[in-house]
Structure formats: structure tokens, C-alpha cells
């Protein structure tokens, strides 16, 4: 075994000793120390071993595990990688930096527990994130104030190297001058520990690593309230007029039938996720009449797989709805049933979003998402409530329908009035 100092001012670790079980590996560090308390670490595991001790396995580990077993099977898993990524971060903790993925499976002083606290204080620090090319950088408050930090991305190196503060006065007009964006939210510290969690419970329940439960012991930020935004007859009416051809059609189909974006327009293939191609018109049937009768309903469809929860989905096709697809149909160009007009589908509109919105009138903060509020809630107050909304907007949960309750209140009308019947 040997510690050596590298020519970039690092420190080596350099580790095999077969007797005790231990294959060569190198490691490299910030300290000579550092160095110094792994090698030590990795002495007192091999020497656990030999005596029949369970191992002591560290957070790194369990979140490789997760990520090569667990992760690729669900629809989140580019989510799981991005949240993996920032748990990788280095934190600062007193004179060192701290690691999560080096830190072990318990709850000593230096375990996962107190590790993720100091964690989720690091990250509340931040005040403002801005995006230059590829490369991230924070905006912290520090001795002299305030300054931009850059935070190297963990999977460069042998090991997630720890940001450091940028001192280039081109560097630093540019990010003035990025809009970025603000500190990190609640709700994304909140999925962060969510997912260490879910990992710590697959530790001590399927994979028999550690014999304490210890997600109970993680401290997670407070769930946001859900969006209720809505919109009135005359703001949608003025979206709908502010956008481009084509574009107005697809608005409409989000407060009509409520479907979230990727089912309606499709979504564009990104690194972390695949193409989906939207509404098409094999996903649509028609209703049949013969003179008055309705021989067969109409209804639309969205196949398991292109959904959230990864289920199929299919809505009966109402009147309105029917009008619009044939309106639609006069004006197809390919399968797609939203395009831009020569069949190609909007999965570049953001700055036309942004911009309508703008041109309408409505709050900046009102995303393609909310229209699925907005048809939510034109629908409970139309008395559409419990089971077929839970049906109709493809939730599993029924809390997400029951949110919407309070807009259906005509029940309560008859009690409202009792008082003013009753003679004095």
C-alpha cells in the first residue's frame, strides 16, 4: 500500500493486499489525509471480513446498485440519473469535502444520516444557478460576500471533483448577464431525498446490506401545494388568438381533453428521454351515425408506454372534440394531428409559448401543463367528479382528481340557504 503525491497536487491512494481480500485499486484525493482515512477505511473492511463482520457498504454503492438494477425499468429513469448526478455533488464540511457516495450505511456521526443534512444545507445555499454551454455554476454567499462557483460535472475524474470559484472577469460578465435560474426548490430538494430514501429502504429490505431501516431518519423538505391554475373564457379565448396556426388547434385540444403535452403535441428525444410522437390519427376513431342513430362512439386513444404512469388511455371523444379533429382532419399533412402545417410536429416551441403568453396577457408562470387544469376544472364544474374523472384524466391516485372538489359545490347550496328560509 502507498500514498503518493500526483503533479497536479493531488494525493494517490495505490491499495492490493491479497491475503486480507483486497484487489488493487487506486483512488486519487484532495489531501494527503484524505487519502490517508480511506486507506484506513478500506484496511478496517478487509480486516471486518476476516473476522465475519458484515460489510460496510457505502451509499455510493447502493446508489450504483439502484441505478444498474432498479432505475432502468421505470419511466423516471432519466429523472433518477439527473438527481443521481447532483447527489454526487461535493459539499464543503468544515476543511474537507464531503462525499455522499463515500460516506457509509449507518447512522454514526459520519454515516449517510449526518451526511445528507449537510447535504440539503449545501444545496439551500445556492442562490442563484446559471448554465453556461454544458458547464453549471452556482451563485453562494461566502466570507466577502457573494460569488459565482463552477461545480465540475461528478463524472469527470476518478471522482467528483469539488466546485471552485470563478475569478475570470469575462466569465463572470457573462453569467450577469445569463437569466439562469433561482435557488433550488423545495420540491426538487424534496424528490432528492425521496430518491436516498427509496434507496436506503431497498438496502435494508432486498439487498440484506444494512439491518436498520434508516429512510425513516431522512429529513425531507415540504411538499409544495399542487397547481390549481386556471383560466377564464376570455384568457383562453386570447391564447388561442395569440398563437400561430396550427398551434391555436392543439391549445384548444389541451382544455378539451385535458391530456398532459407528450399526448397531444409529442415530445422531442433528449438525452435522458425518448420521443414521443403525440396524437396521431390511428389513435383516432371517429364516432359512426346511420340518420340520428350512433352506431359506434368516437374515442381516442394513447397507448401504454406514452403516458406518465405508463398505462393506455382512452377518452370518449365529446362533441366539441369531435368538431375540432374534423377541423383537423381537412387540414392533415402525415399521421400527426397537431403540426405546424406541413405535418412536422412542435417539439421546438418554447420561445412561442413564452412569447403568446406574453402577447395574451397571462402570467408567465402558467405552463402547457396547467391546461390540464384547466379542463380539470371546467370539468368538476360540470358536476364530472370522482371515478370517470379519475378515468378520463388516466390518475391512479385519486387524490389528484379530488383535488378539483372544491370547485363542485352546488350540493351544498340547499344548506347555504336554510337560514334565510327560516322565519324569525
Do not use: C
Request: proline content about 5%; hydrophobic content about 40%.
Amino acid at each position: 500500500m502507498a500514498i503518493r503525491k500526483l503533479q497536479g497536487g493531488r494525493w494517490q491512494a495505490d491499495i492490493a493486499d491479497k491475503r486480507r481480500g483486497i484487489p488493487r485499486v487506486k483512488r486519487a484525493f484532495d489531501t494527503k489525509k484524505e487519502a490517508q482515512e480511506w486507506e484506513a477505511a478500506v484496511r478496517a473492511q478487509a480486516h471486518d471480513r476476516l473476522l465475519g463482520h458484515r460489510a460496510r457498504r457505502l451509499f455510493g454503492e447502493a446508489l450504483a446498485e439502484y441505478l444498474r438494477t432498479e432505475s432502468p425499468h421505470k419511466k423516471t429513469h432519466g429523472d433518477d440519473l439527473s438527481n443521481a448526478r447532483a447527489l454526487r455533488y461535493p459539499v464543503q464540511a468544515g476543511r474537507r469535502w464531503l462525499r455522499l457516495e463515500q460516506v457509509p450505511l449507518d447512522d454514526s456521526e459520519d454515516g449517510i444520516i449526518a451526511a445528507f443534512a449537510k447535504w440539503q444545507a449545501d444545496q439551500k445555499a445556492v442562490l442563484r444557478r446559471a448554465y453556461v454551454g454544458n458547464e453549471i455554476y452556482q451563485l453562494r454567499r461566502n466570507e466577502r460576500g457573494e460569488a459565482w462557483y463552477h461545480q465540475p460535472d461528478p463524472a469527470d475524474g476518478s471522482q467528483p471533483a469539488p466546485r471552485y470559484e470563478v475569478t475570470d472577469p469575462a466569465l463572470l460578465a457573462r453569467l450577469a448577464r445569463t437569466r439562469g435560474r433561482g435557488p433550488y426548490s423545495a420540491s426538487t430538494l424534496r424528490v432528492r431525498g425521496i430518491l436516498v430514501s427509496h434507496i436506503l429502504t431497498l438496502a435494508w429490505k432486498k439487498w440484506r446490506w444494512i439491518k436498520d431501516n434508516l429512510a425513516a431518519f431522512i429529513e425531507h423538505e415540504d411538499a409544495a401545494p399542487g397547481r390549481e391554475a386556471d383560466l377564464g373564457y376570455e384568457q383562453l379565448l386570447a391564447l388561442i388568438i395569440a398563437a400561430p396556426v396550427g398551434l391555436d388547434a392543439a391549445i384548444l385540444a389541451g382544455a378539451w381533453i385535458g391530456w398532459r403535452r407528450a399526448n397531444i403535441l409529442g415530445r422531442a428525444k433528449t438525452a435522458q428521454k425518448d420521443a414521443v410522437e403525440g396524437l396521431t390519427w390511428s389513435r383516432v376513431v371517429f364516432p359512426i351515425s346511420r340518420g340520428d342513430e350512433l352506431l359506434q362512439a368516437g374515442y381516442i386513444l394513447a397507448p401504454g408506454g406514452t403516458t406518465k404512469n405508463g398505462a393506455p388511455l382512452a377518452q370518449p371523444m365529446s362533441e366539441r372534440v369531435e368538431q375540432l379533429l374534423r377541423l383537423m382532419w381537412d387540414w392533415r399533412a402525415g399521421d400527426l394531428v397537431f403540426h405546424r402545417g406541413d405535418g412536422t410536429p412542435w417539439h421546438e416551441f418554447r420561445r412561442i409559448w413564452v412569447r403568446i403568453k406574453k402577447a395574451a396577457g397571462i402570467p408567465a408562470d402558467f405552463r402547457w401543463h396547467d391546461l390540464r387544469h384547466v379542463w380539470a376544472s371546467a370539468m368538476v364544474r360540470a358536476g364530472v367528479v370522482g371515478r370517470h374523472l379519475q378515468e378520463l384524466g388516466g390518475w391512479k391516485d385519486a387524490k389528484m382528481p379530488n383535488r378539483y372538489a372544491h370547485l363542485n359545490l352546488e350540493h351544498l347550496l340547499d344548506a347555504v340557504n336554510a337560514p334565510a328560509r327560516k322565519p324569525l
